[in-house]
Structure formats: C-alpha cells, structure tokens
C-alpha cells in the first residue's frame, strides 16, 4: 500500500474519531436530561477490490429498548389519571370532615338528634327550641358545603380538559412536525437521532394526557392512536381536537347539557382514556355526579322523614319537599342538586317552637308539654320504622342522577344516621383506594423508569471508557500520520 494510502486512512480514522467523541460529549451533556436515549455512532468496514480503505463512518442510531418504553408511556397515562383523581378527591376529603372531629355530616347529623333529645326533657324552653333550629341549620349548610365542593371540583374537572385538550392539539403538532423532519433526513440518508430524541419527548408528554399505542411505520413516520381505538392526527390538521367549556351545575350531565370532546364534527369523549384527560372525563361524568347523587338522596330522605313524621324541618327554597320520581323518569329528577339547596323551612325559622309543635294541621299548637312530634322524630325519624312496625322505604342505591343511570356502591341502611355515615365512609373509601393505587402505580412507574434508563439511558461509567479507547486510537493514528509524515521527509531529501 502506498504511503497516500496510508496517510488517507490514518486521516479518515481521526475523521471517525472526532464524530464519535462529538457524540460522546452529545450523551454525556445530556446525562440527566428526562428522556434522553443514548446515542450510537454506526461505522463499517470500507474496502475496494478486496483491499482494506479504512472505516467508514455511518448513521447515527439510538440504543432503544422500544418495548419497555412503550410500557413506561402506558404507565405513565395510569399514574397520571390517578393523580389527577387523587387531587380531586382529596379536597372532597377536607370538605368532608374527619369522621370524630364533629365537622362531618354524620356527626352534624347525631348533634342534631342529641338536640331534639335534650328538647323532650324541657319542650317548652324556647332557648332548647332556638338550639334545634340552629343544629339543624348547621347540618343544612353542612350538606350545602358539600355539595358546592362536587360542583367546583367537576367545574375544575371540566376547566382542566378545556386545557389539556389544548395541551393536545400542541403536543400532537409537535410529533408531526418532527416526524416530517424525521421522514425527510432519512429519506436522504441523513441521521435522525436527534430528533427522535425529542420527538420521543413529546410522546411522553402526550402520555401524561391519554393512554396511547405508539407504532413506528416503515418510513419513520409515527402512527398514534388511543386504547380505545382513536387514531390521532398528526399530520394535516390544525388543532384537530375542541372542546366548549361549560358552567357545570349539580343537574349537568353529559351529552345532555355538557360538551364532549369533538374531532372534526365528531364527538370522541368515548375514545378518550386514560391519563389526565380519562381521569378528569370520568371525574365531571360519573364519580363526582355519584359522590353528588348520593348527597342528594341523603339530603331528600333527611326532609322527607321529618315530614313524614309531622315536621317539615328542611325543605327547598321554595318551601316544598322532593319527592322521588316515578318511572320512566329517572328516581330523582324532581331533587337532582337538592343538596345543594336543602335549608331550614322558613316557617320554622320565624317561629322555632315548630320544632315542639310540629308543622302539620292538626297538631296541637304552642302546648308547653306537648311532646309528640318530638317522639315521633326520635323515634322514627331518626329510626329505621316510619310506625310501629312499618320500616321506612330503602334510600334509592340505583337510577341515580339526572340521566339515571348511575349507581351507589353500598347497600343502604335503614337509618337515617346510618345512611349518611355510609355515604361518607364509601366516599372516603374512594379516595383511600384511589390513593393507594396512585402509590403502587407510581413506584410501578420508577421502576420502568429506572430500568429504561439503565437499558438506553446515558451510563457515564461506558461514555467515560469509550473516551478513553478513542483517545489512544487518536493518539495511535496520530502516530502513523506522523511516521509517513516522516517517510515523506525523507523521500523528499532522497531526491533532493
């Protein structure tokens, strides 16, 4: 071989060299950068007529385990949705109360009971008559606090997929547009790297909002779609997807007066799982709707048995007492969101001996001793028979909401108190699941985590021994260029 020859190997190495110590310092910047996979520079052998013309130096590739970061966007849409459910739940927990501390429903319940009971003693103590109205006012705005948290926490529901729905339609134009770059470069033989770094990048965001399967087609383009099926565009379409942010009310219910999330002229909601925009979907459409029906058939049967036992304590605004509808309309049209109205009856605001004298005809009136609509609420009222031996009607565990469709996850109990003790702690129960899984899922997601980055993540340890082998193979060419470099010299001096 000649000395041109040599010296043209020797060139091209150092050549190879430097690209691969370019990318060295490329991997090692990007050590700690959240989901930066390694890069490789590819090299090859290159020859003519059998003879060795050194290397050549070829595309750079990423060291990718595709499978396990597949399953760490997967799990990435499990562990947000729960967050996202977690959060929500977990301000109906503090508007709940710690059961024991007094502040709770049930607990407002049971003062409320041990008033009447201390009023039977003294029916006439206008002081004892005024302290029942004020318990049974606390309970009432109690109920109504409660409420109006669903409400503001579907509202939030509902303002958050307005903006992830945004989030969206950016992230999938992200995709796009690097995925055309992506098609173009490699197209032309070019190394797109780089760009699948990032690109990946917004795939895990996109990851945050939906639970979606990632398929890399024969060109480089990306096809995505949804668990459910939903191909998402990415390419052709400026902000594909919509949504209109609505005022949610306790009666809101979609499709029927709340938006769904539209692509083109075609509502998707359906299609639309997991990850934030799943969890807040079902949060606004069926756990807070639930958590808010439940109320509401507390709050109806709450009134309904005072009435029924000849004192209408708690009603409407408008004086009256819901009752439950009969078919084919759902059970509780007529008192969808009287939770969040339910107060004490004006008439017996103005006059708090009602509460000894009762409110319906026939009842003796300002009788210093009269005690028997007080019994009556104790005895039934706050008990499971509504008369002797005739138990109260069971609360409504089906059919609830305004659509009718949704359902209460317990068996009712025959007491009052004991109803409103159950809505809570089946509530509270949610929130505790909901929690613990968020917990399980997120280590599940570490691991994933760590593991993917250990497998195509920078290891500093290699980047570190890499450098090291291709600063001696530098100074080894380095070397040879010298040693022709000298031949040269002395051939030239031959001549002269």
């Known amino acids: 071989m000649s000395l041109n020859g040599v010296l043209s190997i020797a060139t091209g190495s150092l050549a190879n060299i430097n690209s691969q110590l370019a990318l060295v310092s490329q991997n090692v910047a990007n050590a700690s950068t959240p989901g930066y996979t390694a890069e490789i520079a590819t ?58 501390q007094g502040i709770d429903i049930a607990s407002l319940l049971g003062k409320l009971q041990d008033q009447f009971s201390t009023l039977l003693n003294d029916p006439s103590s206008a002081p004892q008559q005024s302290q029942v109205v004020s318990a049974a006012n606390t309970l009432a705005q109690g109920i109504n606090a409660l409420s109006n948290t669903y409400t ?24 796009g547009s690097l995925s055309t770059r992506i098609v173009t470069l490699k197209a032309s033989g070019k190394s797109t790297a780089d760009l699948e770094n990032q690109r990946d990048a917004a795939v895990a965001n996109l990851s945050q909002l939906l639970d979606v399967k990632v398929l890399e087609q024969p060109n480089s383009d990306l096809l995505v779609a949804t668990t459910a099926g939903l191909v998402l565009p990415i390419h052709g379409r400026t ?18 007066t709340v938006h769904g999330i539209m692509l083109g002229g ?49 009603t409407d605004p408008s004086g009256d007492v819901p009752a439950a509808s009969a078919p084919p309309q759902p059970v509780q049209s007529n008192y969808v969101g009287f939770a969040a109205t339910i107060q004490v009856n004006a008439a017996v605001q103005s006059k708090p001996s009602l509460v000894r004298d009762g409110t319906a005809s026939g009842n003796p009136d300002n009788l210093a001793g009269y005690t028997g609509v007080i019994q009556n609420v104790l005895n039934y009222t706050f008990g499971a028979d509504r008369s002797p031996g005739v138990p109260w009607l069971p609360s409504n565990t089906s059919g609830l909401g305004a659509t009718g469709t949704l359902n209460a996850p317990y068996t009712a109990p ?26 399980t899922e997120q280590a599940v997601q570490t691991t994933l985590a ?6 195509s993540g920078v290891n500093m340890d290699t980047e570190m021994s890499h450098m090291i082998q291709l600063q001696n193979a530098y100074g080894a060419n380095a070397r040879i260029i010298t ?11 031959a001549v002269q």
Do not use: H
């Not at 902000?239 to 029927?256: E, K, T, V």
């Not at 359906?270 to 949060?283: C, D, E, R, V, W």
């Not at 709707?289 to 005072?306: G, I, Y």
């Not at 760590?450 to 497998?455: A, F, G, R, V």
């Open 266 to 314: 075609t509502d998707v909601t359906s299609q639309m799982q997991g990850g934030q925009i799943g969890a807040n979907i079902a949060l606004r459409d069926k756990t807070l709707p639930t958590d808010q029906a439940e109320l509401d058939e507390l709050a109806q049967n709450l009134a309904s048995r005072f009435d029924t036992e000849g004192l209408r304590l708690f």
């Open 152 to 175: 503001a926490q579907r509202q939030a529901a509902e303002d958050n997929l307005v903006s992830a729905v945004a989030t969206l339609n950016s992230a999938l134009d992200t995709i």
């Open 239 to 256: 902000n594909p997807f919509s949504i209109i942010g609505d005022n949610i009310q306790p009666g809101s219910s979609y499709p029927a």
């Open 414 to 439: 025959p007491t009052i108190g004991g109803l409103a003790a159950t809505v809570l702690a089946a509530q509270a129960q949610e929130s505790a699941t909901t929690s613990t899984q968020a917990d």
């Open 450 to 455: 760590n593991k993917l980055s250990t497998q």
């Open 483 to 493: 040693a022709v470099q000298a031949m040269f010299d002395q051939l030239l001096q």
């Open 43 to 100: 090299q090859q052998s290159a020859t003519a007529d059998g003879k060795g013309l050194g290397v050549r130096t070829g595309l750079t590739i990423r060291n990718l385990d595709a499978t396990l970061q597949a399953e760490l966007f997967s799990q990435n849409a499990t562990v947000a949705g729960l967050q996202t459910r977690q959060t929500a739940l977990q301000v109906i927990d503090a508007a709940q109360g710690t059961p024991g």
